[in-house]
């Protein structure tokens, strides 16, 4: 089993950057694909970034592409989602998630394709 914790969220104003974090615990963090989603109020779940089981893959939405970048050093076992340029379309309940099933270069967006998930954390962009 594996436990996510996201942290880093909160208030920013427009063109600002927040770096969000996934903290594991359990089995080996390092084994795992993970993604972020986000969601906003009355809107679908939707895929923000991905990383693959090596690290060597990763893949983002349109939407973000150029502004954030997913990262997960080798030291520890903790993921990470550096934001920036921040923008009023952005806000949102951020989540990450993990899964081991399949291959080491495979990037999941879909939120059903992943075993493990945490609570999430709140962005909140003014203008």
């Known amino acids: 089993q594996v436990q996510l914790v996201e942290s880093g969220g909160g208030l920013v104003q427009a063109g600002g950057s927040l770096r969000l974090s996934c903290a594991a615990s359990?089995?080996?963090?390092?084994?795992?694909?993970m993604g972020w989603f986000r969601q906003a109020p009355g809107k679908e779940r939707e895929f923000v970034a991905a990383?693959?089981?090596?690290?060597?893959?990763?893949l983002y939405a349109d939407s973000v592409k150029g502004r954030f970048t997913i990262s997960r050093p080798n030291a520890n076992n903790t993921e990470y989602l550096q934001m920036n340029s921040l923008n009023p379309e952005d806000p949102a309940v951020f989540s990450c998630?993990?899964?081991?099933?399949?291959?080491?270069?495979?990037?999941?967006?879909?939120?059903?394709?992943?075993?493990?998930w945490g609570q999430g954390t709140q962005v909140t962009v003014s203008s």
């Open positions: 990383i693959s089981r090596s690290g060597g893959s990763t």
């Open positions: 998630e993990a899964d081991n099933s399949f291959g080491f270069e495979w990037v999941g967006t879909r939120s059903s394709q992943y075993a493990y």
């Open positions: 359990g089995r080996t963090f390092r084994t795992y694909a």
